[in-house]
């Protein structure tokens, strides 16, 4: 004889298996749904305890028994308990005593469904099933899909013969409480085609992040009976004349299946199957070489995999994959901020580019703190990003993640570098966050602390499933006492064995027979961009300068640099003027010289400025990329900001390099220190143009120094100050290339370099003398208007090729989102 419980709220009536601990709460993944706003998503938790049962509260809104609120209660008859507030909903819990073991609901005899009991003591959390044992409450039979099952009902609106209005204002006929939400989003055509009041349309209103019928984006629509329709968060259902709201809380099932991988002729994934309930935390483990970084970018969407699926909320992610987006995060190892910002400004500029335009200060301050609250992270809001610790600054990644509420949340080695206690922090704030209604799937080195996961999947080299269950029971399926040794053993087994002894044990779960086998291209997404790209344009400038104004060493270097650059040439003697007597011909090499260093020292300033620019913010650019970051605002606020310190820097370097000695007359506006000025930031911002190709081509920031140092002395031979380039075949060609050349040949102009340099006009006779000592006059050197106009054209074109260059090896860093079919 077993002794179970019954669970009696109202009509409905659920039996706890003998020995199984029990779920009570709102959400869809509890053992028993009580759909209450008063009642939590979890709150109450029956577990048997020896002989007989306790029910504890596990909920935020409080258990009351006789009117006193309760913590843990023994069963040792009926109790009544209410939920909620002491008048709450009421739910009953009855023992009963059955013949038998055989009455418990059908998952409970699952292995995925366990959990470890360190886990459960410690935190009286423990997950419902995997999939709803409950039937699916439909509120009409239209054929489409089942949200019942998966999300929660909100509302219902009556649809009324006219236009009704979705958005997040309220205002609104349909409110949609969420910052992803424009404030008029949408609009509802009811009984305009003409064929019945019942005929409905929806129009997207040019909204920040789209509307979506069935998963696909949409402009105007007709909704059939049974469609959904996405708006933020929030899934709207067409059941006859009402629209039925559901919210995608996260608390949803979600499923690998049949994932397959191929890079050419070799196959890097092998038919990954797995399936985890809602709210659960996944950990991905394997040693080097298994397969995980693929895998993730499967999971994510950023690599699909060639064959099978993944199903969020039974939905095919990759075939509905814009709409659902959406509820991806993805914190990669590389930290995601500005390290020179405090917590809150880093957050503030990460709001400003993923919520719609018309989100005001205070929306998106609300949000942050929210944000900062969950994580802990509020007292240290006002720090820098780095004076935090590893797991401080690792949890902040996550906030800027969580600032748009995603419900499925990958992170990326989370705890690597990290030390044992920071692990510890880290993993037990990712647990939280599953509990709050996310799953969360992190790959990890670290198995110190994998006990406070839902499941463990243990990969073998190959890409092949070597374990998937509970943690507590991964050592004793392979037979070790460590993982270090489970992972030797993996890496001295080949992959189809481990995944062959996987599949004759208990946990498989074998891949649905529906996967399909591969499937064609997918086509390009369509680019989600919350703000226009001048909004965005303007937000990443702010941000670039706000992380060079707090970052005070740095901003006090650029200050002094073009001072200290400047005293260079002035140590050179001499000027423009030529020597005297003019009948002699000794060049005035001085002016030359100083030409040449002026050029030299501009070229290293601007690239100086922007060689680490692009390549110092990889990770940010590839994760705000996937969320709609414009490519054109990306570029340009670079283009901006180095323009403005670039062209303040050469100011005080040109006055203080060549006030006093400037050329006597200039060539186009009468003003020889401005033409000359003129030319100096020309050659600084082309050469900064330079410098951010070479940032956008390397993959390490340490690569950019030796590359500016080879650039540099590349320029003092193109630039035709040390050696004549006119006329050398070959040479004079590669010059061309060379930011140096035209500003060189700029500052030549205005200093009329063909002149003095050869001791004024020579006769007839002298010239023969010059030209049998092959001396060459360079036409760029002219002075006049047109070889000057020339030179600072040339100057300028060199600089947008170059941007043109950095645009199409930035594409490079792009999220990979095509398919590619198996070879």
Known sequence: MQTTLRVVSGAIVATVPAGQPFVVGRARSADFVMPDSRVSRRHLLIEPVGAGWAVRDISSNGTWLDGQRVQSVDVNGEIRFRLGTPTGPEVVVQPEVLAGGDDAPPGFEDPHFEMPTMLRN??????????????????????????????????????RPGTMSIGRSRDNDIVVGDLLASRRHAELYVGHSGTGAGDVEIADLESANGTFVNGKRIVREPVP?????????????????????????????????????????????????????????????????????????????????????????????????????????????????????????ALEFGAELRFPPDTTKEERGVRIDEVLAELKLTQHADKKVADLSGGQRKRTSVALELLTKPTLLYLDEPTSGLDPGMDKEVMESLRKLANDGRTVVVVTHSVAQLELCNYLLVLAPGGYVAYFGPPRDALSFFGKKDYPDVFLMLEATPGAESAARFRQSRYYVPASVTAPSARPAREDLPSIRQQSVLSQLITLSRRTLAVVASDKSYLRLIVVFPFLLGLIPRAIPGGFAAPTPPDQFTPNSDAGT???????????????????????????????????????????????????????????????????????????????????????????????????????????????????????????VFSGGILPVHGKPGLEQISLIAPARWGFAGLSSVGDLNTISLAGKPSPQDATKLLNNKVVVDPFFEHTSSAYLTDIAAGVGLGVICVIATAFLIRRMDPKTAKRKPA
């Open 594 to 716: 100083i030409l040449l260093v002026m050029v030299l020292c501009a070229c290293f300033m601007g690239m100086a400025n922007s060689v680490r620019e692009i390549v110092k913010e990889r990770a940010i650019y590839r994760r705000e990329r996937a969320i709609g970051l414009s490519r054109t605002a990306y570029i340009g606020s670079k283009i901006l900001v180095l323009t403005l310190i670039t062209t303040l820097q050469a100011i005080p370097f040109t006055l203080i390099g060549l006030a006093g000695r400037q050329p006597a007359d200039g060539v186009v506006l009468g003003n020889s220190l401005l033409e000359c000025l003129i030319a100096v930031i020309v050659v600084s911002l082309s050469s900064a143009m330079l410098g951010l190709v070479i940032s956008a081509l390397v993959d390490n920031a340490d690569k950019t120094m030796p590359l500016l140092v080879l650039l540099t002395m590349a320029q003092l």
């Open 225 to 345: 009976q049974g469609a959904v329709i996405a708006v933020g968060h929030h899934v709207f259902q067409l059941v006859g004349n009402e629209l039925v709201e559901y919210i995608d809380s996260g608390d949803v099932s979600f499923e690998a299946d049949g994932l397959n991988v191929w890079a050419g002729q070799k196959q890097l994934m092998h038919d990954m199957t797995f399936r985890l309930r809602g709210s659960a935390l996944l950990a991905v483990v394997g040693p080097s070489g298994a397969g995980k970084s693929t895998l993730l970018n499967a999971l994510t969407g950023f690599r699909p995999a060639d064959k099978g699926e993944v199903r969020y909320a039974g939905r095919n992610m990759y075939s509905e994959y814009d709409e659902l987006r959406r509820r991806i995060g993805y914190v990669p190892q590389e930290d995601l901020l500005h390290t020179t910002l405090t917590v809150r400004r």
């Open 122 to 159: 410690a935190t009286g959390f423990e997950p419902g099933p995997q999939l709803p044992r409950q039937a699916p409450r439909r509120p009409d039979d239209t054929g489409g899909p089942d949200l019942e099952r998966e999300h929660e009902r909100q509302t219902a609106y009556p649809l």
